[in-house]
């Protein structure tokens, strides 16, 4: 039998290919309650008609994601929960989907400002996905001021991550007007949904399973279970890391560098809190051309920029409000691990960066040199983790277990008084250098959308698309409710760095002409 193409755009035709969640990709159902959803979403905005005069709206989108139905494995993914929880749920993929369901219409009352559609997308990613669907939903929203077209796709992180949920909306996204060539698409041919009684069995069998996989998780995983941040404050987490590294060092084994992230704590913010059910939403385009000039200008990376202008922007907000802590804020960056091999399979490899934010620093080149370094040190210690330490460190839970321990974690991330691993989550996603269609309707602009959890509040993530970056910034609607002035506050750093890098290139030059004279 021919090996299944795992690549993105494969049709999965064999009836064997059942797949099974990861604990990684299982804790993001686990985490969802009332209060914490477990879907990602992006926000493109687009011209109201294709190149060639058809209006774009809901109808148009249905049938490109019907035409390409056999490119989206994940749009057909559904749910298959073993019994009683004994054993991580599964993948079937039903071979088609309810695309009147999942492709849905919305409008904005006139005049359809910014501020109202980040309100309408706010109150559509504060609703769970059903899960008696496969976990995604599109809507296509009309009625904006400028007569343009806004599309909302959400998608569950437990299929997708950062990575494979771009991967995902590159097939729905084409480089020209004219779209692809689908001539050759080949026929999709549904999994047999299994019934409860084989779901149970294979609970039963994954039993036996589940011990072995934390033995052989154990000793690269328990010495550095104080680095996933997550548990890093639970009690006796550090005892278990500790007590694991002396064991390691005495074994006669070669062992790895000490780590100096793991002892970090973040100070208390209002972001540092139980989340409550609702959200509140800001995005904008800045300049990547004014990002470039300040990397050039200073030796640093587009990242580092990224994450002092966010740090500016913290720091000055929260100064503002009369809450800038004396110590630097500490940042959550996910990073992707997965390899060549595994683009296109689509779930979760991801892992985690814990950086310094220096809020207290005032001078802002300073600052931007202190993110260097401390971005430096991170990758350092990020390089001598294993790359599965998120996925491993799951593996100590059994799985009828999981949910609980991570909504008791979860829980506890946002009780004050209790140490705290983080203060604000921040991603820097690369997007397309050239312009993007939908159907043949050019993208103006891609914003991200993220989640957000009990003690980590507040997400800023940024997409780069042409010669943009797009900020999407999510946040507790309890904890804050208005988020834009937050975003001019990003907008304000970015401004005064773009100002600073100039003045020094300015003068730099005076100062070669003088020499050459």
């Not at 996905?129 to 296509?140: C, F, G, I, K, Q």
């Not at 996925?391 to 991570?406: E, G, S, T």
Request: aromatic letters at 6%; proline letters at 6%; a neutral charge.
């Amino acid at each position: 039998m021919a090996q299944a193409d795992e690549r993105p755009g494969a049709a999965r035709n064999d009836h064997q290919c059942m797949r099974q969640l990861t604990s990684l990709d299982a804790q993001f159902l686990a985490l969802e309650d009332g209060r914490t959803q477990g879907h990602v979403s992006a926000l493109g905005v687009f011209d109201a008609e294709t190149t060639s005069g058809r209006r774009l709206d809901a109808a148009l989108v249905r049938e490109l994601v019907t035409a390409r139905m056999h490119l989206l494995p994940t749009f057909r993914w559904r749910l298959a929960p073993v019994p009683f929880g004994l054993d991580h749920p599964y993948w079937v993929d039903d071979g088609a989907f309810d695309v009147e369901y999942h492709v849905q219409d919305a409008a904005l009352p006139a005049p359809g400002t910014q501020r109202q559609l980040a309100d309408l997308v706010a109150h559509l990613i504060g609703r769970q996905l059903d899960r008696a669907h496969p976990l995604w939903e599109l809507y296509v929203i009309q009625g904006l001021e400028d007569g343009s077209v806004a599309v909302l796709t959400k998608m569950h992180h437990a299929a997708v991550d950062g990575l494979s949920g771009a991967e995902v909306l590159s097939v729905l996204l084409d480089n020209s007007a004219e779209g692809r060539d689908l001539d050759a698409a080949p026929a999709v041919v549904a999994e047999r949904f299994p019934s409860e009684v084989e779901m149970l069995g294979r609970g039963l069998v994954g039993m036996w399973r589940q011990p072995l996989r934390a033995l052989k998780a154990a000793p690269t995983t328990l010495p550095h279970l104080d680095d996933v941040a997550t548990l890093r404050h639970v009690p006796g987490v550090k005892a278990i890391a500790r007590t694991s590294r002396l064991v390691k060092r005495a074994l006669p084994m070669r062992s790895g560098p000490a780590l100096q992230g793991n002892s970090l704590v973040a100070p208390q913010t209002r972001f540092q809190t139980r989340v409550s059910a609702h959200r509140r939403v800001a995005f904008e385009s800045m300049s990547l051309d004014d990002v470039k000039l300040i990397k050039n200008t200073f030796g640093c990376t587009v990242n580092d920029v990224v994450m002092a202008i966010c740090t500016t922007g913290l720091r000055s907000w929260l100064d503002e409000h009369g809450e800038l802590p004396a110590e630097s804020l500490l940042g959550f960056i996910p990073v992707s691990v997965r390899t060549p091999e595994q683009m296109g399979t689509f779930g979760n490899r991801v892992s985690v960066m814990i950086t310094e934010l220096p809020t207290e620093t005032a001078d802002p080149v300073q600052r931007l040199r202190r993110i260097n370094e401390s971005m430096k040190s991170a990758k350092v210690r990020h390089k001598a983790l294993p790359a599965s330490l998120m996925q491993d460190a799951n593996h100590f839970i059994p799985p009828a277990l999981l949910a609980q321990a991570a909504r008791a974690t979860s829980r506890l991330a946002g009780i004050r008084g209790i140490k705290q691993p983080v203060n604000v989550a921040i991603s820097n996603v690369p997007g397309s250098p050239t312009p993007l269609y939908l159907g043949g309707a050019v993208q103006r602009a891609q914003y991200p959308i993220s989640a957000i959890l009990d003690g980590i509040g507040l997400n800023i993530t940024v997409f780069s698309y042409q010669d943009s970056l797009e900020f999407g910034i999510v946040v507790d609607r309890a904890q804050l409710d208005d988020p834009w002035p937050l975003l001019a506050a990003i907008r304000a750093g970015l401004d005064e760095l773009r100002d600073l890098a100039s003045e020094h290139a300015r003068v730099s030059h005076l100062t070669e002409k003088r020499a050459v004279r």
